[in-house]
């Protein structure tokens, strides 16, 4: 399509526009970290890093940031041994209702997450806490985080198998080795990058999680958003809940950086 | 070892966790809708009565129904309308080399916190905040500032599907179009956004099912808006079958768009 100048520059000119509505928010909670206005006004009066420095020593948001960084790495180991279970059958077999997994393993992020969340905050309270009596806390968010974890590991081991073909593993088992062999030898070593890009995703997903934790947490056992959000309407805690929020951008979109570095070439096939 | 027993050591664990965990607990929950409380304790009974989704019909939850698919409606659509302008530059007016690096400024953001970035738009739209101070003016807590954020939050699950599909639009489609004697707003029309639908339907999935969903912006942003989020949230403790109706009508909203959706071969782009 030929496009006239005018079109050009006027194109040029809206997409300059959206990506600084896309930055300019994001860069004000940034500078707002430094702000030494309570209540952000703006611009901001002077500069100060007394918030940083009692975030740092408030107990609150570092309580909040072990149990968040317990559940990711939970979240995420369990969803790394299914995720890559289901990769593999669906990937390496043919089998009646193939079609139907593959769509029960995107669902718990396509409902609502809102109706994941009462879902199973009713089978804690019913099921969970009278029979076997497990309360609401850092095991039943790991269980939440893992469920919508695992489809971030299955896409990205699918995306890689399907490069890999099947052919290796054929070798391999006609010169003699045996399934187990086969993957701890040829497989798993071949997939060893997609499941690292794999498990920062899902780190990164179980770390900015709120809409289905919030019915899974317990009182004890807040995550660094939940904690956040309970402090969010606070007027006094503001300055660092501001901090927090800036440490949540970096912690999110570092493991997914690298992700995008290590998935490489599978990284186009699989978007989510 | 045969090969029956190799998919069942595959598939058992995986579904095993999936069908207890999750399907479990949804069937619970949908179950759920179909009970009662008593009226005293606010315990869930095990009667069955359609009388949640009959509450449904009542004018008060018909306007936030209505509510909740306009605002679903307006940021798929305020969504696209920047999408497209947005990925056309990016795939084909933009210097090939700079075409990474704008992709990974779209995708950067994306990862970044949700809630963050929910609380960023609060420091915006808060009186004397940035906007109040850069422009004059700000929407204020409410619908309108609820829809800029929203559509911000999503924008770029709208970007990436169609920014794909203008990559793989062949340039010569274009330019046999433009041979012909189309001029560029008839080649957009006839050439370009058909090649986009499905692009679009994926994307908007997304943006629908998400906004259709949420209940925390809502809460940061919105001031004392009702949307069907809050609306579940407020009856878990007081009436969960009510709650879980009004959860369930939000999952049927979202498995009917899915299928209306399906024909335009959207979910092969997700």
């Known amino acids: 399509m030929r496009l006239g100048r005018g079109a050009k520059i006027a194109l040029t000119a809206f997409a300059t526009v959206v990506f600084t509505f896309i930055y300019v928010p994001i860069l004000v909670v940034t500078l707002n970290s430094f702000n030494s206005d309570r209540t952000f006004g703006w611009p901001p009066p002077g500069f100060t890093t007394q918030w940083w420095n009692l975030a740092l020593q408030a107990q609150g948001p570092r309580d909040a940031l072990l149990v968040s960084v317990k559940a990711g790495l939970g979240a995420t180991a369990i969803a790394l041994v299914l995720g890559t279970l289901l990769a593999l059958a669906l990937s390496r077999f043919d089998f009646f209702g193939k079609h139907a997994i593959s769509i029960l393993v995107v669902l718990p992020i396509a409902l609502p997450g809102i109706v994941t969340g009462i879902a199973l905050q009713s089978v804690i309270q019913n099921l969970l806490t009278p029979v076997f009596g497990i309360g609401a806390g850092l095991f039943t968010i790991i269980v939440g985080h893992a469920t919508f974890c695992i489809v971030l590991i299955f896409n990205n081991v699918t995306a890689r198998l399907r490069r890999m073909g099947g052919s290796l593993e054929q070798a391999s088992a006609d010169l003699g080795a045996r399934p187990f062999t086969t993957f701890r030898r040829v497989t798993f070593p071949l997939l060893r990058s997609s499941l690292l890009a794999g498990a920062l995703l899902a780190f990164a997903l179980s770390f900015d999680e709120i809409v289905v934790t919030t019915f899974t947490a317990g009182p004890d056992s807040q995550t660094l958003p939940i904690w956040i959000f309970n402090n969010l309407f606070r007027p006094n805690q503001a300055p660092v809940v501001n901090v927090v929020a800036v440490v949540l951008i970096i912690v999110s979109i570092v493991p997914v950086w690298l992700a995008q570095r290590l998935a490489g070439a599978d990284a186009a096939e699989s978007r989510i | ?270």
């Open chain 2, 1 to 270: 070892m045969s090969r029956r027993r190799g998919l069942a050591a595959l598939l058992g664990p995986p579904l095993l966790w999936l069908v207890v965990a999750y399907l479990g607990a949804l069937a619970v929950i949908f179950a759920t809708a179909f009970w009662t409380t008593d009226p005293f304790t606010n315990q869930v009974v095990r009667t069955f009565t359609l009388e949640n989704f009959a509450d449904l019909f009542s004018p008060t939850y018909l306007r936030i129904i209505g509510r909740t698919l306009l605002i679903a409606a307006l940021v798929t659509v305020l969504c696209i309308a920047i999408a497209v302008p947005l990925a056309f530059f990016m795939a084909r007016v933009a210097p090939r080399r700079l075409r990474g690096l704008l992709l990974a400024a779209v995708l950067v953001p994306l990862w970044a916190s949700y809630l963050v970035k929910a609380y960023a738009w609060r420091t915006m739209v808060q009186p004397d905040g940035v906007l109040d101070n850069a422009f004059g003016a700000t929407p204020g807590y409410g619908f309108g500032a609820l829809v800029l954020t929203l559509t911000y939050l999503w924008l770029p699950y709208m970007v990436l599907p169609v920014y794909a599909a203008f990559e793989r639009l062949p340039e010569t489609h274009l330019e046999a179009s433009a041979d012909l004697g189309a001029r560029p707003l008839a080649t957009f029309r006839r050439v370009v956004v058909p090649a986009l639908l499905p692009a679009i339907a994926a994307g908007s999935i997304f943006t629908f099912s998400l906004s259709l969903g949420d209940y925390i912006a809502v809460q940061i942003v919105g001031g004392k808006l009702q949307v069907l989020g809050t609306a579940v949230l407020q009856n878990i403790t007081l009436d969960l079958p009510f709650a879980a109706a009004l959860g369930t009508v939000s999952a049927l909203i979202m498995v009917l768009y899915l299928l209306a959706v399906r024909r335009t071969g959207a979910l092969d782009n997700l």
